[in-house]
């Protein structure tokens, strides 16, 4: 009896149609007003942008040189020898690197602690 009590109230509430299934309109049991917030009106966002270039120091005119003299060049530094990476990476190691003026130290509690070198 219960069983049939459980299934009768279940087929009555999926009998009543929903607010948005009608368009809105009256009828069909439905339980209050459904409405839908519409989407304020905001202007659109407008970025301001600039153009920055190079500084005067920084301008180096293009040259111009004959296709014969182009290849030449390229040849040149094609021709020029390179530094292998075993040598950059060496080159590396031995420059001097700048110390920090600062260091952070533990003290005896546990807290970080900053100090001067």
Request: glycine share 12%.
């Given at each position: ?16 149609p929903?607010?948005?299934q ?27 942008s ?68």
């Amino acid at each position: 009896m219960k069983l049939f009590l459980a299934l009768g109230g279940l087929l009555l509430i999926t009998a009543v149609p929903a607010q948005a299934q009608l368009g809105g309109g009256a009828g069909g049991g439905s339980i209050g007003h459904v409405s839908f917030p519409t989407v304020l009106s905001i202007p659109p966002t407008q970025f301001n942008s600039t153009v920055v270039s190079g500084s005067a120091q920084d301008f180096v005119p293009t040259s111009y040189v004959s296709f014969d003299q182009g290849v030449e060049q390229g040849r040149a530094l094609l021709a020029a020898k390179h530094k292998s990476v075993a040598e950059v990476a060496q080159e590396n190691n031995r420059a001097a690197r700048p110390k920090a003026k600062v260091a952070f130290v533990q003290s005896d509690d546990g807290a970080a602690m900053i100090t001067r070198r």
